[in-house]
Structures are given as C-alpha cells and as structure tokens.
C-alpha cells in the first residue's frame, strides 16, 4: 500500500522509458526499496498467501488446494495454490523480481542453494516439535539450522513383476537378501527380450549401491566430501559387475525414461524406484501386477534413499506468520494421512509415520526406508556437480570407477569450498 | 542526417531547418521501443555478467546478493579449473560442431530445394513449396518429440537400418564423438590439455546424439532458407538469363556464373542468419534430454539457462551469454570479409590474370 505513491512518483520523473521498464518487470527492477526488507514483517488481518507446488498431477494439486482452503476457511485468510509447470524456473523469476510466492516446495538437493542465496525464512525452531524423521530434519538443515518444514518423503524400494517372477519359476524365498542373490534373480528373469533388472542410470538410483557398500559421498554431517573411498568405489563396482552380466540395464537402454515405465512396458521383471511409482502403475499400467520389496542389502547392510521435499517459505514474504500457520496445518498428523492417501507420499513426522505403517502394509518395504535411507546430498552447488557425475554413471560400463569418484571428489570439494 | 547538420550553420534556418526534428520524431517511438526492449534489457545483462548476483532481489540494489565483481565471471570461465569452464567449454565444442555441420547443410539444401521448385517446368509446384516450408512453420518443439520417437532406440530409424542389416545405435544415449566411434584409446599427441579438455575430447566431432539434433535442425530451418532463395530468385532479371542462353551456356555455367553470383547477397543473408541461430540454439536441447547424454549435446545457450536458474549463479550465466555474443559478431564480421565483393573481385582478377599469363592453365 505504502509503496505506491511512491512508484508512481518514480515513474513520472523518469519519464516513458522507465514507466515503461516498470510495467514490463512488475516493479521487479524498480530498486531496492522492496527488494533490502527481508525481515520477518507480519500484517494484521486477513491475508492472502501464494502456495506454488511442483506437482506430481491432479490428484496431488487438488489435495494441496483442499488443505489449503480448509485452512483458509477456518482462519479466515485465502490462499491461492498455484502448480507450476517449471517450478525452478518459476521461482527463479518470483525471487529475481521481489515477488516470491509465501510458500512453496524446496527439494532437499537446492535447499543449501536456497539458503545460502538468503531465498529462505528459516523457521525450522517454530516447527521443530512436530517429531521429523531424523534424517529428514538433517536434509533440510544448512549451517545447523532447520531451514523449512519436511514436507514428506518417499524411498526407494526394489519393484517385482510377480506375474514374471512366478514364470521364472522363483518363490518369496528368492527374494534377494544380498547384492549375490539380485544378480543370481536377474540371471533368472532375463529372457524373451526382457531385462531381469532395470533402473534409471543417475546418481539417485545408483547411490543405493554406495550406501549399502557402507559408503556415502559427504560424511554424516555434511561438511566433508567422502566420494573416492573403497566403500564407495565397491557400490559402483558393483553396479558395473551388474551391467557387464547384460541382465541388468539402465532405463534408457530399453527406451524407457524411468524404472516405472520399463516394468510397465513388460521390458523389466524388477526396477528401483520409489512409493511414486504407485500412483504410476495404477494409471498408466493398471494390468501389471507387482509388489515391492526393501532393497538387497550389500556388505555394509541395508541401505536405501530418500527423497524428500519441504515447504519452503519466503524471506521476503509478508505474511510469513499466516505462512508459518499454514505449514502447521499441512504437516499435521491427519493433514499428512490425507495427502499419503491421495498421492502416495509417506508423511515426515515420526507419529504420521508410525500411523502409515499400520495403515498401509503394502507399502511397508518403503516406509522402513524411513529409518535406514540417506537423504540427499544438500550442500550449495551441489547442482552442476551431481549433472556431470550422472554423466559419467550413465557411461559407467566403459569407465573406471574409481576415476569417476575421483573426479567426483575434485569437483564436490571445489564447490564445497564455495569457488 | 548528421552530415548536413555539421554543415548548417548555427542560427541559419533555411527550407531543411527543421528536417532533423522531424526526423527524430518519426523515428522516436522505434527508438523508445527498441531502447525499452533491447538496447536497455542488454545493457542491464551486460551489469549482472559483471556481479556475482544470485537471483535474490534486483540485481542493482547491490548488498550482499549483487556484489561488483569486475570481470571475473569472464576471467573464471577461462582460466579457473574446474567443472564451470569444463561445462562452459564442453558446450562451445559442442555448439561448435554444430555449426559447423548445420550451416553448410542447410544452406546448400535450401538452395538446392530453391531451385528445384524455381524450375518453370516442374508440376505442383505450389505443392512442393508448401511440402518443403511445412517443417519451418511447425512448434519446434513437436517436431523435437516427434524426433524423439523416430530415433528411439526401437524407433522407425533403427528398424529401417535393420532391415539393411545395420545395428542402429541408440541414439540419444550414445555420447561417443562421431570421429571416436571406432573406439580405441587416445593417442600420445592429443593427451594435451587445452582450457580444461584433452585435444582428444575437443577433435571428438559431435555426438551422436547431437547428430539427430542436427538432422533435426536441418530439416526444420530448410524450408525458411528455401524461401528467401526462391524469392531472390524470381527477382532476379529474365534479360540476363536469356542472354546467358544465347551465349550458349550450359545449365552447370549457367549456375556457377550467373545464378550463384548474383544472389551473393542471399547467400550472405542466409549464412548470417545461419550463424546466429545456430549459435543461439535452445529449444530442441531443452526438449531432446538438457545436454544428456554425457553433456554433449549442452549448448552455451541451454548452459547460460542452467547456470542462471538451476545454478543460481546469474552473472556467470549472462557472461556465458556474452561470451556466445561475442562469437556471433566475430564469426559474422569474419563472413563478411570472406564474402565482400571487393575481395572476391581481387581474387577473380587474380585468377584470370595467372590464366592469361604465359605458362598458365588454359
């Protein structure tokens, strides 16, 4: 309200050419005067907030605008959920120009750009009695504050065609406990033109393999790079052994974007993927029947990924208090149960998750993730780093492991140091 | 304008007096509009390739979002080791091939198709026209999907080669540089580094991948080219074609001595336009995998995209931007020496003057 006089004045100085630059950028360039308060400002009355999601469909846009009107209702506030088509890019322009919505999804892998880059309101210590998952808490945490709510998580499981696997002759006992036992089911379920195991050839599939070979590419707390050690190195190994037998491929060599679409197709008895993949099945390939398992562990046990998002809220927000209130009613217990059922999400607060276990048995292999999976690697620039290290998994048959982690190891390093 | 301006005396009115007022007049609102939507949108890109702004506010407000580096988003993407010049040169390279396989291709193709459906003689010609232009006028983007089906690794391409006894490779998941497909291993003279990437790495030639995305852009940017050679070439005067004829000449002379000269300035159109757009090629990168596979088919352009926005490192991506700006306008200044008319005339006369001479070729 107070900045219009203001603006008004400043267009009438500078003549057409600024009026003009003005509109075009929605005052997005008209100077610092909104851009430098970044402080947590909170206005009276009723508010309208901007929620912008990245939404997975339908299904998910229509639960995220129920809670929010729900909220809305009871507070009196409104609330405008917006689904983005590009949501990094569409935040890009909302930071850039002063004018970010209150809310939105912050993936666990951009949240240290985020914060770093000052996009952020932290607000971690009001939400922190909700109960997070501990290694959801620690994704979301940059210089050792929580920097958002934990939206939800998903891990990744091993997906079993069981029509294919009863033909090929194996029972639940063949269920592979070890990384042995999945090549020796591969083996198995490679015929008639169809792969025994297929998975998306990036680093989030992958890095299963390191973690069960006892290894990770950061240390525990996130402050050290740890990719060019012998734990790691076994996990590729093993994941180029895989490869080189030929009854396991990545997706794009049977022409499928993703692990879903190749066991959906029928071109794979088994994929890694996460509880995403059963919204998938049901609406693109209702015929295929499946299950899902927890992954084979490798020498070093168990080990899977989660995957997880948070509700980010602006720093320069002006309704950062209704926004913080709103985060409150999404992560809530019920709140949480609603949008498991709706879009197959598994909450992120240990009481909505012990619930979901009780409630949801078939996807048990996923939820005990919860407890074991490692959260994404968060630290700034992480970005570019992680693209060139999917290109050298994706070429992994014709390269050296070790080369690949070593490189691996010099450019993570170079951009933890923040050069 | 200005020459008669220098030459008015001060105070002295006289009949063009008030021409330049005018003059400025007519042309303001083209002014205003190109100054408002280009020259100052440049300008303000030009200030964050100079600052290390991370997208948090405006970029002018300075602070802690928008510090001043000076030139060292330039410098670093030559000279810091590491993944950003890796990236940055890996993408020139690339665009680099890329240029260098589209422009001559779709030039000649275009020209070619000019003249095909130039010939007076050749029935449905509309049809053809039409035909040859469909692909330039279609979303490139569905065109980019359609390619994407077509050279599925089960797709019609594969199958067809297959039918001939050819194993088609899979061609958006195959990096390899099509001069390495041979395989074998690097010898002792390319292990050299230049800026960050083996000689190896940089005499690699495109991908595979980036192969189709040429493919693509050919057959799509075909049809634009055709048009400008088959409107420069009903312009061209019947009178000089009939005396040709009576001269006697063959329809290969006819091509190579009269028809190709007098449409240098198409051809140099063409070729520019060839240049620019190539250089500044983003969408069918954005659609057909965002660099994969193996960052081969990355582009300064789609890279500048991602450095800004994915990366939220603002400066350095304009400067990338800048960079390929740079390019554009030596590679067009360096064409337009090579196709100026005073330079090909020298050489002619050169060349008919060695014939001439005693000794020389008859």
């Known amino acids: 309200m107070t900045t219009s006089p203001l603006r008004l004045r400043g267009a009438l100085v500078g003549g057409v050419a600024a009026s003009l630059l003005l509109a075009g950028c929605g005052g997005g360039f008209s100077g610092g005067s909104t851009g430098s308060n970044t402080a947590a400002s909170t206005q009276t009355g009723p508010v309208k907030l901007t929620v912008m999601i990245g939404s997975s469909g339908d299904a998910e846009t229509n639960a995220v605008k129920a809670a929010a009107s729900a909220w809305a209702a009871k507070t009196g506030n409104t609330v405008d959920v917006v689904a983005a088509s590009d949501l990094t890019q569409q935040l890009g322009q909302g930071f850039a120009g002063g004018t970010p919505p209150d809310v939105f999804y912050t993936g666990a892998d951009v949240v240290g750009d985020y914060a770093k880059a000052g996009y952020l309101y932290a607000y971690g210590k009001d939400v922190a009695s909700a109960g997070f998952l501990p290694a959801l808490e620690k994704a979301f945490t940059y210089k050792g504050t929580l920097q958002c709510a934990p939206k939800d998580y998903s891990t990744l499981a091993l997906v079993i065609n069981t029509d294919m696997w009863t033909a090929a002759g194996l029972t639940d006992a063949d269920i592979p406990k070890d990384w042995a036992g999945l090549e020796t089911v591969a083996a198995k379920l490679t015929k008639n033109g169809v792969t025994g195991l297929v998975f998306s050839g990036e680093h989030d599939r992958v890095g299963v393999f390191l973690k069960q070979a006892g290894g990770w590419l950061v240390n525990a707390d996130g402050t050290q790079v740890t990719a060019d050690t012998d734990a790691n190195a076994a996990g590729l190994a093993e994941v180029k052994k895989l490869l080189a037998s030929g009854n396991v491929k990545f997706a794009k060599a049977v022409d499928a974007g993703w692990g879903g679409e190749a066991i959906g197709k029928g071109k794979t008895a088994m994929t890694i993927e996460g509880n995403w993949i059963s919204g998938a099945m049901t609406k693109d390939y209702p015929t295929i029947k499946y299950k899902v398992v927890e992954l084979p562990a490798g020498p070093a046990g168990k080990g899977t990924l989660a995957f997880t998002n948070c509700w980010g809220i602006a720093a320069k927000s002006k309704n950062q208090a209704a926004a913080v209130d709103l985060v409150k009613a999404f992560i809530s217990t019920d709140q949480q149960m609603a949008f498991a059922k709706a879009f197959g999400v598994m909450p992120s607060t240990t009481e909505a998750n012990a619930k979901y276990k009780a409630e949801y048995p078939a996807n048990a292999a996923f939820a005990a993730g919860g407890d074991y999976g490692q959260g994404p690697v968060n630290f700034p620039g992480w970005g570019p780093v992680k693209t060139a290290y999917n290109n050298d998994i994706a070429n992994l048959a014709n390269v050296d492991p070790k080369s690949v982690l070593g490189t691996l190891q010099k450019n993570a390093t170079a951009a933890m140091s923040g050069s | ?362």
């Open chain 2, 1 to 362: 304008m200005s020459a008669s301006a220098i030459k008015r005396a001060p105070g002295r009115g006289g009949i063009h007096g008030r021409e330049a007022v005018a003059g400025w007049l007519f042309t303001a609102p083209l002014i205003v509009i190109l100054g408002v939507f280009l020259f100052i949108p440049i300008v303000m890109a030009l200030y964050v390739s100079l600052t290390n702004w991370n997208g948090n506010g405006s970029p002018f407000a300075g602070g802690d979002n928008a510090q001043f580096v000076g030139l060292r988003n330039y410098t670093s993407l030559f000279t810091d080791e590491g993944l950003t010049r890796q990236t940055f040169m890996q993408s020139l390279n690339n665009n680099f091939w890329y240029v260098l396989l589209v422009v001559p291709i779709q030039t000649a193709t275009s020209f070619l198709l000019a003249l095909v459906v130039n010939n007076r003689f050749l029935k449905g010609r509309s049809f053809f026209r039409t035909a040859f232009y469909f692909p330039s006028v279609t979303s490139s983007i569905a065109i980019s999907v359609v390619f994407l089906v077509l050279f599925a690794n089960s797709g019609v391409v594969n199958s067809l080669l297959k039918l001939v006894g050819i194993d088609g490779p899979q061609w958006f998941n195959d990096a390899r540089g099509i001069f390495h497909l041979g395989g074998g291993e690097a010898p002792a003279w390319a292990t050299g580094q230049i800026l960050g990437r083996s000689l190896w790495e940089w005499t690699a030639g495109p991908s595979v991948a980036m192969c189709v995305i040429v493919i693509l852009a050919v057959w799509t940017t075909t049809g634009t080219f055709m048009l400008m050679f088959l409107a420069a070439m009903q312009d061209l005067p019947v009178e000089v074609d009939e005396a040709a004829a009576l001269d006697g000449v063959s329809p290969w002379q006819k091509l190579r001595h009269v028809t190709i000269p007098m449409l240098r300035p198409t051809f140099f159109l063409v070729i520019t336009l060839g240049l620019i757009g190539t250089w500044q090629v983003f969408d069918q990168i954005y659609v057909m995998g965002k660099g994969q596979p193996g960052g081969t088919t990355l582009t300064p352009a789609f890279l500048s995209y991602q450095q800004s926005f994915t990366n939220l490192k603002y400066g350095s991506g304009a400067a990338m931007a800048f960079v390929v700006f740079v390019i554009i306008i030596l590679l067009t200044w360096f064409q337009r020496w090579l196709m100026s008319e005073e330079r090909t005339e020298r050489s002619r006369l050169r060349r008919a003057q060695r014939a001439a001479a005693p000794g020389g070729a008859a």
